[in-house]
Protein backbone atom coordinates (compact mmCIF):
# COMPACT_ATOMS: atom_id res chain seq x y z
CA UNK A 1 0.00 0.00 0.00
CA UNK A 2 2.60 2.11 0.48
CA UNK A 3 3.83 3.70 -2.34
CA UNK A 4 6.80 6.36 -3.43
CA UNK A 5 5.76 7.51 -6.27
CA UNK A 6 5.45 11.46 -6.53
CA UNK A 7 2.01 12.52 -7.93
CA UNK A 8 2.38 14.21 -11.23
CA UNK A 9 1.58 17.95 -11.56
CA UNK A 10 0.96 19.78 -14.44
CA UNK A 11 3.11 22.94 -12.45
CA UNK A 12 5.86 22.25 -10.39
CA UNK A 13 6.42 25.44 -9.08
CA UNK A 14 3.89 25.07 -6.83
CA UNK A 15 3.19 21.89 -5.09
CA UNK A 16 4.25 20.24 -1.49
CA UNK A 17 5.58 22.30 1.29
CA UNK A 18 8.27 23.92 -0.56
CA UNK A 19 5.22 25.65 -2.40
CA UNK A 20 3.55 27.29 0.39
CA UNK A 21 7.10 28.48 1.31
CA UNK A 22 7.54 30.13 -1.68
CA UNK A 23 4.19 31.65 -1.86
CA UNK A 24 4.85 33.05 1.62
CA UNK A 25 8.19 34.70 0.61
CA UNK A 26 6.72 35.96 -2.73
CA UNK A 27 4.43 38.37 -0.16
CA UNK A 28 7.76 40.52 -0.15
CA UNK A 29 6.76 41.19 -3.53
CA UNK A 30 3.39 42.09 -2.87
CA UNK A 31 4.32 44.70 -0.17
CA UNK A 32 5.24 47.61 -2.03
CA UNK A 33 1.40 47.12 -4.30
CA UNK A 34 -0.39 47.02 -0.78
CA UNK A 35 0.80 48.85 1.15
CA UNK A 36 1.47 46.38 4.03
CA UNK A 37 4.28 47.56 6.51
CA UNK A 38 7.64 45.45 6.09
CA UNK A 39 7.73 44.77 9.62
CA UNK A 40 4.31 42.71 9.91
CA UNK A 41 5.58 41.01 6.67
CA UNK A 42 9.33 40.63 8.13
CA UNK A 43 7.23 38.43 11.58
CA UNK A 44 4.61 36.64 9.02
CA UNK A 45 7.69 35.48 6.70
CA UNK A 46 9.69 34.38 9.78
CA UNK A 47 6.84 32.46 11.23
CA UNK A 48 6.37 30.77 8.07
CA UNK A 49 9.24 30.78 5.52
CA UNK A 50 12.11 30.08 7.62
CA UNK A 51 10.10 27.14 9.70
CA UNK A 52 9.45 29.15 12.86
CA UNK A 53 6.89 28.33 15.33
CA UNK A 54 4.66 26.90 12.59
CA UNK A 55 6.40 24.54 11.53
CA UNK A 56 5.75 24.15 7.75
CA UNK A 57 9.19 22.92 6.83
CA UNK A 58 9.74 21.26 9.42
CA UNK A 59 8.71 17.22 10.54
CA UNK A 60 8.28 17.75 13.91
CA UNK A 61 5.61 19.73 16.58
CA UNK A 62 8.31 20.33 19.33
CA UNK A 63 8.83 24.06 18.23
CA UNK A 64 5.36 24.37 17.69
CA UNK A 65 3.99 23.75 20.66
CA UNK A 66 6.59 25.95 22.51
CA UNK A 67 5.95 28.73 20.96
CA UNK A 68 2.09 28.68 20.65
CA UNK A 69 1.56 31.40 22.59
CA UNK A 70 3.43 34.03 21.63
CA UNK A 71 2.69 33.38 17.61
CA UNK A 72 -0.77 34.32 18.60
CA UNK A 73 0.12 37.46 20.48
CA UNK A 74 1.71 38.37 16.89
CA UNK A 75 -1.36 37.16 15.19
CA UNK A 76 -3.68 39.59 17.36
CA UNK A 77 -1.42 42.20 16.88
CA UNK A 78 -1.94 41.52 12.96
CA UNK A 79 -5.34 41.51 13.23
CA UNK A 80 -5.42 45.04 15.51
CA UNK A 81 -3.55 46.95 12.61
CA UNK A 82 -5.90 44.92 9.87
CA UNK A 83 -2.89 43.52 8.68
CA UNK A 84 -3.98 39.54 8.84
CA UNK A 85 -6.88 40.19 7.10
CA UNK A 86 -4.99 42.86 4.51
CA UNK A 87 -2.74 40.07 3.32
CA UNK A 88 -5.97 37.40 3.01
CA UNK A 89 -7.82 39.48 0.63
CA UNK A 90 -4.40 40.96 -1.18
CA UNK A 91 -3.94 37.50 -1.97
CA UNK A 92 -7.35 36.51 -3.37
CA UNK A 93 -7.34 40.29 -4.86
CA UNK A 94 -3.90 39.39 -7.02
CA UNK A 95 -5.43 36.28 -8.27
CA UNK A 96 -8.60 38.31 -9.72
CA UNK A 97 -6.33 41.05 -11.29
CA UNK A 98 -4.60 38.47 -13.49
CA UNK A 99 -7.82 37.85 -15.33
CA UNK A 100 -9.37 39.53 -18.12
CA UNK A 101 -12.47 41.56 -17.52
CA UNK A 102 -14.85 38.81 -19.23
CA UNK A 103 -13.22 36.02 -17.21
CA UNK A 104 -13.35 37.96 -13.78
CA UNK A 105 -17.31 38.18 -14.62
CA UNK A 106 -17.59 35.02 -15.38
CA UNK A 107 -16.42 33.76 -12.20
CA UNK A 108 -18.13 36.11 -10.23
CA UNK A 109 -21.36 35.04 -11.58
CA UNK A 110 -20.80 30.83 -11.19
CA UNK A 111 -19.68 31.91 -7.70
CA UNK A 112 -22.94 33.38 -7.19
CA UNK A 113 -25.08 30.41 -8.98
CA UNK A 114 -26.10 32.71 -11.82
CA UNK A 115 -24.33 30.75 -14.61
CA UNK A 116 -21.76 27.89 -14.70
CA UNK A 117 -18.36 27.92 -16.63
CA UNK A 118 -19.19 24.22 -18.02
CA UNK A 119 -21.65 24.64 -20.49
CA UNK A 120 -21.71 20.70 -22.54
CA UNK A 121 -24.89 21.41 -24.17
CA UNK A 122 -23.82 21.67 -27.66
CA UNK A 123 -21.70 18.97 -26.93
CA UNK A 124 -22.19 16.43 -29.77
CA UNK A 125 -21.35 12.62 -28.56
CA UNK A 126 -19.14 12.95 -31.56
CA UNK A 127 -16.76 15.74 -29.45
CA UNK A 128 -16.98 13.62 -26.42
CA UNK A 129 -15.68 10.13 -28.77
CA UNK A 130 -12.64 12.61 -29.46
CA UNK A 131 -11.95 14.32 -26.22
CA UNK A 132 -11.67 10.68 -25.21
CA UNK A 133 -9.86 9.19 -27.48
CA UNK A 134 -7.05 12.95 -27.21
CA UNK A 135 -7.51 11.53 -23.73
CA UNK A 136 -6.47 7.91 -23.70
CA UNK A 137 -2.87 9.28 -25.92
CA UNK A 138 -2.70 11.56 -23.39
CA UNK A 139 -2.31 8.95 -20.34
CA UNK A 140 -0.28 7.01 -22.70
CA UNK A 141 2.31 9.82 -23.26
CA UNK A 142 2.65 10.63 -19.26
CA UNK A 143 5.63 9.85 -17.31
CA UNK A 144 5.60 6.05 -15.99
CA UNK A 145 6.43 7.58 -12.51
CA UNK A 146 3.14 9.21 -12.81
CA UNK A 147 0.70 6.52 -13.50
CA UNK A 148 2.25 3.19 -11.58
CA UNK A 149 -1.07 2.89 -9.92
CA UNK A 150 -3.43 3.71 -13.24
CA UNK A 151 -0.82 0.95 -15.12
CA UNK A 152 -1.44 -2.04 -12.07
CA UNK A 153 -5.16 -0.64 -12.57
CA UNK A 154 -4.94 -1.82 -16.33
CA UNK A 155 -3.26 -5.47 -15.67
CA UNK A 156 -5.06 -6.21 -12.55
CA UNK A 157 -8.33 -5.82 -14.55
CA UNK A 158 -7.40 -7.73 -18.26
CA UNK A 159 -9.72 -10.14 -17.21
CA UNK A 160 -12.94 -7.48 -17.16
CA UNK A 161 -14.02 -4.13 -17.48
CA UNK A 162 -12.55 -1.78 -15.21
CA UNK A 163 -15.14 0.91 -13.78
CA UNK A 164 -11.72 3.40 -14.25
CA UNK A 165 -11.28 2.63 -17.95
CA UNK A 166 -15.30 2.98 -18.45
CA UNK A 167 -15.82 6.26 -20.60
CA UNK A 168 -18.43 7.93 -18.15
CA UNK A 169 -15.80 7.40 -15.48
CA UNK A 170 -13.07 9.85 -17.81
CA UNK A 171 -15.87 12.03 -18.62
CA UNK A 172 -16.12 13.32 -14.93
CA UNK A 173 -12.17 14.17 -15.44
CA UNK A 174 -13.45 16.02 -18.87
CA UNK A 175 -16.18 18.26 -16.96
CA UNK A 176 -13.17 18.93 -14.03
CA UNK A 177 -10.90 20.21 -16.38
CA UNK A 178 -13.23 21.70 -18.85
CA UNK A 179 -12.68 19.41 -21.74
CA UNK A 180 -8.89 19.48 -21.55
CA UNK A 181 -7.84 16.28 -22.29
CA UNK A 182 -4.47 16.66 -21.08
CA UNK A 183 -5.24 18.11 -17.83
CA UNK A 184 -7.96 15.47 -17.50
CA UNK A 185 -5.58 12.71 -18.42
CA UNK A 186 -3.44 14.35 -15.60
CA UNK A 187 -6.59 14.17 -12.91
CA UNK A 188 -7.21 10.66 -13.59
CA UNK A 189 -3.99 9.41 -12.91
CA UNK A 190 -3.63 11.26 -10.05
CA UNK A 191 -7.39 10.17 -8.54
CA UNK A 192 -5.80 6.76 -9.11
CA UNK A 193 -2.86 6.94 -7.56
CA UNK A 194 -4.46 8.90 -4.67
CA UNK A 195 -7.01 6.38 -3.61
CA UNK A 196 -4.65 3.87 -4.40
CA UNK A 197 -2.58 4.63 -1.81
CA UNK A 198 -5.60 5.79 0.61
CA UNK A 199 -8.10 3.21 0.50
CA UNK A 200 -5.82 0.50 -1.09
CA UNK A 201 -5.17 -1.90 -4.05
CA UNK A 202 -9.20 -2.99 -3.93
CA UNK A 203 -10.16 0.11 -5.40
CA UNK A 204 -8.02 -0.52 -8.46
CA UNK A 205 -10.73 -3.01 -9.30
CA UNK A 206 -14.08 -1.15 -8.08
CA UNK A 207 -15.33 2.39 -6.94
CA UNK A 208 -15.01 3.09 -3.09
CA UNK A 209 -16.67 2.13 -0.86
CA UNK A 210 -17.54 2.51 2.61
CA UNK A 211 -16.72 -0.88 3.94
CA UNK A 212 -12.86 0.66 2.79
CA UNK A 213 -13.11 2.69 5.83
CA UNK A 214 -12.11 1.05 9.41
CA UNK A 215 -14.85 1.02 12.03
CA UNK A 216 -12.75 4.13 14.20
CA UNK A 217 -13.07 5.91 10.68
CA UNK A 218 -16.73 5.07 10.10
CA UNK A 219 -17.23 6.11 14.01
CA UNK A 220 -15.73 9.75 13.17
CA UNK A 221 -17.71 9.49 9.64
CA UNK A 222 -20.70 9.31 11.54
CA UNK A 223 -20.36 12.72 13.73
CA UNK A 224 -21.42 14.31 10.65
CA UNK A 225 -18.78 17.32 10.60
CA UNK A 226 -18.36 16.58 6.87
CA UNK A 227 -21.44 16.24 5.11
CA UNK A 228 -23.33 16.38 1.96
CA UNK A 229 -26.61 18.52 1.94
CA UNK A 230 -29.47 16.37 0.38
CA UNK A 231 -30.81 19.77 -1.66
CA UNK A 232 -28.79 21.30 -4.08
CA UNK A 233 -28.83 25.46 -4.07
CA UNK A 234 -30.49 27.57 -6.33
CA UNK A 235 -28.30 26.56 -9.44
CA UNK A 236 -28.34 23.06 -8.90
CA UNK A 237 -25.15 22.33 -7.44
CA UNK A 238 -24.33 19.71 -4.41
CA UNK A 239 -23.28 21.44 -1.40
CA UNK A 240 -20.72 19.55 1.02
CA UNK A 241 -20.66 21.98 4.49
CA UNK A 242 -17.54 21.25 6.68
CA UNK A 243 -17.49 21.48 10.08
CA UNK A 244 -13.95 21.63 11.05
CA UNK A 245 -12.50 20.17 14.58
CA UNK A 246 -12.04 23.22 17.46
CA UNK A 247 -9.52 23.40 20.27
CA UNK A 248 -8.02 20.11 19.33
CA UNK A 249 -6.91 19.88 15.16
CA UNK A 250 -5.40 16.71 15.69
CA UNK A 251 -8.33 14.94 17.46
CA UNK A 252 -9.66 13.17 14.35
CA UNK A 253 -6.47 11.92 11.89
CA UNK A 254 -5.57 13.71 8.92
CA UNK A 255 -5.79 10.63 6.34
CA UNK A 256 -9.42 10.19 8.14
CA UNK A 257 -10.70 13.48 7.11
CA UNK A 258 -8.69 12.91 3.08
CA UNK A 259 -10.33 10.03 2.90
CA UNK A 260 -13.89 11.25 4.16
CA UNK A 261 -13.51 14.15 1.93
CA UNK A 262 -12.67 12.32 -1.15
CA UNK A 263 -15.46 9.52 -0.35
CA UNK A 264 -17.89 12.32 -0.40
CA UNK A 265 -16.74 14.01 -3.85
CA UNK A 266 -16.42 10.50 -5.38
CA UNK A 267 -20.09 9.70 -4.32
CA UNK A 268 -21.16 13.75 -5.87
CA UNK A 269 -19.42 12.98 -8.85
CA UNK A 270 -21.42 10.03 -9.97
CA UNK A 271 -24.22 12.55 -10.87
CA UNK A 272 -24.34 13.84 -14.47
CA UNK A 273 -25.68 17.31 -13.47
CA UNK A 274 -22.86 17.97 -11.04
CA UNK A 275 -20.32 16.93 -13.05
CA UNK A 276 -21.65 19.49 -15.69
CA UNK A 277 -22.18 22.43 -12.71
CA UNK A 278 -19.89 21.39 -10.22
CA UNK A 279 -19.73 21.52 -6.31
CA UNK A 280 -20.09 24.36 -3.68
CA UNK A 281 -17.86 23.99 -0.57
CA UNK A 282 -18.40 25.60 2.86
CA UNK A 283 -16.07 25.04 5.62
CA UNK A 284 -17.70 26.84 8.97
CA UNK A 285 -15.84 27.50 11.99
CA UNK A 286 -17.76 28.38 14.81
CA UNK A 287 -16.55 27.18 18.62
CA UNK A 288 -19.39 26.91 19.51
CA UNK A 289 -20.70 24.00 17.60
CA UNK A 290 -20.86 20.43 19.15
CA UNK A 291 -21.13 17.25 18.21
CA UNK A 292 -24.91 15.13 17.46
CA UNK A 293 -24.14 13.59 20.94
CA UNK A 294 -25.83 15.20 24.01
CA UNK A 295 -24.07 12.77 26.75
CA UNK A 296 -20.82 14.42 28.39
CA UNK A 297 -19.64 10.82 28.87
CA UNK A 298 -19.43 10.20 25.12
CA UNK A 299 -16.43 9.64 23.67
CA UNK A 300 -17.92 12.07 20.51
CA UNK A 301 -18.73 14.84 23.11
CA UNK A 302 -17.34 18.09 22.12
CA UNK A 303 -18.27 21.04 24.30
CA UNK A 304 -18.80 23.97 23.69
CA UNK A 305 -16.02 27.39 24.96
CA UNK A 306 -18.45 30.32 24.74
CA UNK A 307 -16.90 31.68 21.78
CA UNK A 308 -13.38 32.21 22.80
CA UNK A 309 -10.50 31.60 20.62
CA UNK A 310 -8.84 28.48 20.25
CA UNK A 311 -5.29 27.73 21.36
CA UNK A 312 -3.81 25.23 19.08
CA UNK A 313 -2.89 25.29 15.91
CA UNK A 314 -3.45 23.38 12.59
CA UNK A 315 -0.86 20.88 12.20
CA UNK A 316 1.90 21.12 9.64
CA UNK A 317 0.85 17.17 8.52
CA UNK A 318 -2.81 18.26 7.59
CA UNK A 319 -1.16 20.77 5.19
CA UNK A 320 0.47 18.06 3.35
CA UNK A 321 -2.14 15.74 3.69
CA UNK A 322 -4.09 18.40 1.65
CA UNK A 323 -2.11 19.40 -0.85
CA UNK A 324 -1.57 15.49 -1.56
CA UNK A 325 -4.71 13.94 -1.61
CA UNK A 326 -7.18 16.51 -1.84
CA UNK A 327 -6.19 18.70 -4.01
CA UNK A 328 -5.17 15.93 -6.69
CA UNK A 329 -7.94 13.78 -6.13
CA UNK A 330 -10.73 15.78 -6.67
CA UNK A 331 -13.67 14.73 -9.35
CA UNK A 332 -15.17 17.41 -9.35
CA UNK A 333 -15.55 21.07 -10.13
CA UNK A 334 -15.50 23.08 -6.96
CA UNK A 335 -17.21 26.62 -8.18
CA UNK A 336 -17.21 28.21 -4.83
CA UNK A 337 -15.55 27.70 -1.49
CA UNK A 338 -17.21 29.95 1.59
CA UNK A 339 -15.24 30.28 4.96
CA UNK A 340 -17.39 31.01 7.13
CA UNK A 341 -15.72 32.47 10.77
CA UNK A 342 -15.66 34.73 13.60
CA UNK A 343 -14.42 37.53 14.14
CA UNK A 344 -11.66 37.31 16.37
CA UNK A 345 -7.83 37.14 15.85
CA UNK A 346 -7.15 33.23 15.75
CA UNK A 347 -9.76 33.30 13.12
CA UNK A 348 -8.49 36.15 10.85
CA UNK A 349 -5.34 32.94 10.85
CA UNK A 350 -7.45 30.78 10.24
CA UNK A 351 -8.50 32.85 6.87
CA UNK A 352 -5.14 33.29 5.98
CA UNK A 353 -4.06 29.52 6.64
CA UNK A 354 -6.82 28.79 4.14
CA UNK A 355 -6.38 30.87 1.80
CA UNK A 356 -2.34 30.16 1.51
CA UNK A 357 -3.51 26.02 1.24
CA UNK A 358 -5.85 27.18 -1.79
CA UNK A 359 -4.58 26.77 -5.25
CA UNK A 360 -3.65 30.71 -6.48
CA UNK A 361 -5.68 30.00 -9.61
CA UNK A 362 -8.37 28.70 -7.08
CA UNK A 363 -8.58 31.87 -4.92
CA UNK A 364 -10.94 33.72 -7.55
CA UNK A 365 -13.76 31.33 -6.05
CA UNK A 366 -12.89 32.24 -2.61
CA UNK A 367 -15.68 33.85 -0.35
CA UNK A 368 -15.22 35.32 3.55
CA UNK A 369 -17.70 35.40 5.80
CA UNK A 370 -17.26 36.76 9.24
CA UNK A 371 -19.01 37.55 11.69
CA UNK A 372 -21.49 36.25 14.25
CA UNK A 373 -23.28 32.54 12.99
CA UNK A 374 -26.70 34.44 12.52
CA UNK A 375 -24.58 36.46 10.04
CA UNK A 376 -22.65 34.05 8.15
CA UNK A 377 -25.98 32.45 7.67
CA UNK A 378 -27.35 35.34 6.49
CA UNK A 379 -24.48 36.10 3.81
CA UNK A 380 -24.98 32.51 2.45
CA UNK A 381 -28.30 32.85 1.86
CA UNK A 382 -27.47 35.44 -0.74
CA UNK A 383 -25.29 32.76 -2.26
CA UNK A 384 -28.33 30.04 -3.15
CA UNK A 385 -27.34 28.21 -0.09
CA UNK A 386 -30.70 26.16 1.53
CA UNK A 387 -29.90 27.15 4.82
CA UNK A 388 -33.33 24.95 5.64
CA UNK A 389 -31.28 21.83 5.75
CA UNK A 390 -28.08 23.28 7.24
CA UNK A 391 -26.80 20.30 9.48
CA UNK A 392 -26.80 23.21 12.89
CA UNK A 393 -29.45 23.29 14.97
CA UNK A 394 -29.55 26.35 16.53
CA UNK A 395 -28.03 25.42 19.58
CA UNK A 396 -24.91 24.30 17.74
CA UNK A 397 -25.70 20.87 17.93
CA UNK A 398 -24.56 18.91 14.25
CA UNK A 399 -27.61 17.01 12.65
CA UNK A 400 -26.95 13.34 11.80
CA UNK A 401 -30.38 11.88 11.99
CA UNK A 402 -30.59 11.94 7.86
CA UNK A 403 -26.90 11.61 7.59
CA UNK A 404 -26.75 8.78 8.97
CA UNK A 405 -29.87 7.42 7.59
CA UNK A 406 -28.09 8.30 4.06
CA UNK A 407 -24.50 6.16 4.86
CA UNK A 408 -26.50 3.20 5.60
CA UNK A 409 -28.19 3.54 1.81
CA UNK A 410 -25.05 4.32 1.11
CA UNK A 411 -23.93 0.29 2.46
CA UNK A 412 -26.99 -0.85 0.89
CA UNK A 413 -26.53 0.38 -2.71
CA UNK A 414 -22.32 -1.13 -2.20
CA UNK A 415 -23.23 -4.29 -1.07
CA UNK A 416 -23.32 -7.29 -3.65
CA UNK A 417 -26.22 -9.27 -1.42
CA UNK A 418 -28.61 -5.92 -1.52
CA UNK A 419 -31.70 -5.72 -3.61
CA UNK A 420 -31.06 -2.13 -3.69
CA UNK A 421 -28.41 -3.19 -4.98
CA UNK A 422 -30.06 -4.88 -7.72
CA UNK A 423 -32.02 -1.61 -9.58
CA UNK A 424 -29.45 0.95 -8.63
CA UNK A 425 -30.68 2.98 -11.19
CA UNK A 426 -34.24 3.36 -9.83
CA UNK A 427 -32.90 5.09 -6.25
CA UNK A 428 -32.37 8.76 -6.40
CA UNK A 429 -30.20 9.81 -3.76
CA UNK A 430 -30.44 13.61 -4.53
CA UNK A 431 -33.27 15.49 -6.83
CA UNK A 432 -32.01 17.61 -9.70
CA UNK A 433 -32.33 20.89 -10.41
CA UNK A 434 -35.67 20.54 -12.59
CA UNK A 435 -36.99 17.81 -10.19
CA UNK A 436 -40.32 18.74 -9.24
CA UNK A 437 -40.38 16.43 -5.53
CA UNK A 438 -43.68 15.37 -3.78
CA UNK A 439 -43.08 15.30 -0.02
CA UNK A 440 -44.93 16.21 3.13
CA UNK A 441 -41.60 18.18 4.39
CA UNK A 442 -41.00 22.16 4.46
CA UNK A 443 -37.50 21.13 3.18
CA UNK A 444 -38.67 20.94 -0.25
CA UNK A 445 -40.07 24.61 -0.36
CA UNK A 446 -36.46 25.77 -1.52
CA UNK A 447 -35.79 23.65 -4.22
CA UNK A 448 -35.64 24.98 -7.76
CA UNK A 449 -37.80 22.87 -9.54
CA UNK A 450 -40.32 22.89 -7.10
CA UNK A 451 -40.13 27.21 -6.74
CA UNK A 452 -40.47 26.67 -11.09
CA UNK A 453 -43.55 24.42 -10.49
CA UNK A 454 -45.60 26.59 -7.91
CA UNK A 455 -45.11 29.46 -10.38
CA UNK A 456 -46.45 27.50 -13.13
CA UNK A 457 -49.58 26.44 -11.51
CA UNK A 458 -50.33 30.23 -9.73
CA UNK A 459 -50.03 31.30 -13.67
CA UNK A 460 -52.93 28.99 -14.43
CA UNK A 461 -55.14 29.82 -12.05
CA UNK A 462 -57.76 31.96 -13.75
CA UNK A 463 -57.21 29.73 -17.31
CA UNK A 464 -57.88 26.96 -14.76
CA UNK A 465 -61.42 28.88 -12.66
CA UNK A 466 -62.58 29.28 -16.28
CA UNK A 467 -62.48 25.95 -17.62
CA UNK A 468 -66.06 25.44 -18.20
CA UNK A 469 -65.56 21.49 -18.71
CA UNK A 470 -63.94 18.71 -16.99
CA UNK A 471 -61.80 18.16 -19.96
CA UNK A 472 -60.11 21.85 -20.24
CA UNK A 473 -59.07 21.46 -16.90
CA UNK A 474 -57.36 18.21 -17.55
CA UNK A 475 -56.13 19.79 -20.58
CA UNK A 476 -54.38 22.13 -18.15
CA UNK A 477 -52.95 19.74 -16.30
CA UNK A 478 -51.15 18.21 -18.95
CA UNK A 479 -50.16 21.04 -20.29
CA UNK A 480 -48.23 21.84 -16.54
CA UNK A 481 -47.01 18.06 -17.15
CA UNK A 482 -45.35 19.04 -20.17
CA UNK A 483 -43.89 21.76 -19.34
CA UNK A 484 -41.78 20.81 -16.35
CA UNK A 485 -40.62 17.53 -19.30
CA UNK A 486 -39.22 20.12 -21.54
CA UNK A 487 -36.64 21.31 -18.67
CA UNK A 488 -35.72 17.54 -18.46
CA UNK A 489 -37.60 17.64 -14.68
CA UNK A 490 -38.65 14.11 -13.53
CA UNK A 491 -41.40 14.00 -10.93
CA UNK A 492 -40.23 12.37 -7.74
CA UNK A 493 -41.54 10.79 -4.92
CA UNK A 494 -40.77 10.39 -0.83
CA UNK A 495 -40.66 6.43 -0.14
CA UNK A 496 -40.50 7.70 3.81
CA UNK A 497 -36.91 6.09 4.18
CA UNK A 498 -34.26 7.76 2.62
CA UNK A 499 -34.30 8.01 -1.13
CA UNK A 500 -36.60 9.45 -4.19
CA UNK A 501 -38.18 7.24 -6.91
CA UNK A 502 -39.23 8.57 -10.14
CA UNK A 503 -42.86 8.20 -10.86
CA UNK A 504 -44.02 7.04 -14.37
CA UNK A 505 -47.42 6.26 -13.68
CA UNK A 506 -49.27 9.18 -15.71
CA UNK A 507 -52.76 9.08 -13.58
CA UNK A 508 -50.57 8.70 -10.37
CA UNK A 509 -48.80 12.29 -11.78
CA UNK A 510 -52.21 13.65 -12.97
CA UNK A 511 -53.71 13.17 -9.73
CA UNK A 512 -50.89 14.52 -7.35
CA UNK A 513 -51.37 18.02 -10.19
CA UNK A 514 -54.73 18.12 -9.70
CA UNK A 515 -54.82 18.12 -5.71
CA UNK A 516 -51.59 20.44 -6.17
CA UNK A 517 -53.95 22.58 -7.72
CA UNK A 518 -56.65 22.63 -5.85
CA UNK A 519 -54.16 23.20 -2.55
CA UNK A 520 -52.39 25.92 -4.69
CA UNK A 521 -55.99 28.14 -5.30
CA UNK A 522 -57.14 27.73 -1.74
CA UNK A 523 -53.73 28.99 -0.07
CA UNK A 524 -53.67 31.90 -2.85
CA UNK A 525 -57.34 32.82 -2.10
CA UNK A 526 -56.40 32.61 2.01
CA UNK A 527 -53.58 34.82 2.18
CA UNK A 528 -55.33 37.65 -0.58
CA UNK A 529 -58.60 37.29 2.28
CA UNK A 530 -55.62 38.18 4.96
CA UNK A 531 -54.30 40.79 2.99
CA UNK A 532 -57.47 42.92 1.91
CA UNK A 533 -58.90 42.20 5.53
CA UNK A 534 -56.43 42.89 7.73
CA UNK A 535 -56.14 46.76 7.23
CA UNK A 536 -54.66 49.59 9.61
CA UNK A 537 -58.42 50.10 11.15
CA UNK A 538 -59.15 46.43 11.44
CA UNK A 539 -59.24 46.79 14.78
CA UNK A 540 -61.96 49.34 15.37
CA UNK A 541 -64.40 47.45 12.63
CA UNK A 542 -67.81 47.54 14.12
CA UNK A 543 -67.98 50.25 16.22
CA UNK A 544 -69.35 52.59 14.37
CA UNK A 545 -72.88 50.19 14.13
CA UNK A 546 -72.07 48.10 10.97
CA UNK A 547 -71.24 45.03 10.95
CA UNK A 548 -69.97 44.93 7.42
CA UNK A 549 -67.07 47.09 8.37
CA UNK A 550 -65.49 43.80 10.10
CA UNK A 551 -64.46 42.87 6.17
CA UNK A 552 -63.14 45.82 5.47
CA UNK A 553 -61.47 45.49 1.20
CA UNK A 554 -58.66 47.61 -0.36
CA UNK A 555 -60.71 49.18 -3.52
CA UNK A 556 -58.89 49.40 -6.50
CA UNK A 557 -58.02 52.80 -7.77
CA UNK A 558 -59.51 51.97 -11.00
CA UNK A 559 -62.92 50.52 -10.37
CA UNK A 560 -65.04 53.24 -10.53
CA UNK A 561 -67.95 51.25 -9.10
CA UNK A 562 -65.66 50.67 -5.71
CA UNK A 563 -65.65 46.54 -6.26
CA UNK A 564 -62.18 44.82 -5.45
CA UNK A 565 -60.55 43.23 -8.44
CA UNK A 566 -58.17 40.65 -7.47
CA UNK A 567 -56.09 40.72 -10.95
CA UNK A 568 -55.10 44.75 -10.35
CA UNK A 569 -54.56 44.59 -6.89
CA UNK A 570 -51.16 45.20 -5.56
CA UNK A 571 -51.47 42.03 -3.56
CA UNK A 572 -52.84 39.69 -5.90
CA UNK A 573 -50.32 36.92 -7.20
CA UNK A 574 -49.84 36.84 -10.37
Request: glycine residues 6%; positive net charge; hydrophobic residues 30%.
Amino acid sequence: MNSTTTIYEDNDDDTGIDGIREKLKALRVQNSDDNIGNDSIAKFKLKFGDGGSYGITGEGEEGNKGNDASFLSQVRRWSSSSTGTTITRSLVSRELMKLNPNDRNAIYEEVHGVSSLCDDESMSPEMYHKLLNEMTQELCTLPPESKTAYEQSMKVNTGGSSYINDDSFKIRFLHLELFNAKKAAIRLANFVQVVFELFGSQTLRRPLHLSDFTREELRVFNRGRIQLLPYRDRAGRRVIVGFPPQGDHDQVNHLTRAKIHLYLWFVASEDIETQRKGMVLIIYHDPNITNSSTSPNSKDHTAPNDGQDTRALPNSAWVRTYKKYLMTGRLVRQCAFHLCTPDTPYYHFIQLYCTLLTEPEKRCYMKFHVGRDIENRYELTGYGIPLDQFPVTETGKIKTNHFRKWIKLRKSLESASSHLAQNPSEIIECPRMNDVVFRASQSVMSHGGNHFFRGLVESKHEEHDMAATREKKMNITRGVIEEVRKRNGRFLVWDNKTWWTEMKDEKQIYARIAIFFRNSKVSANAKINRQTTLSSTYAFAGEGGSTDDRKRKIICNDCGDGQYDKKQSCFSIT
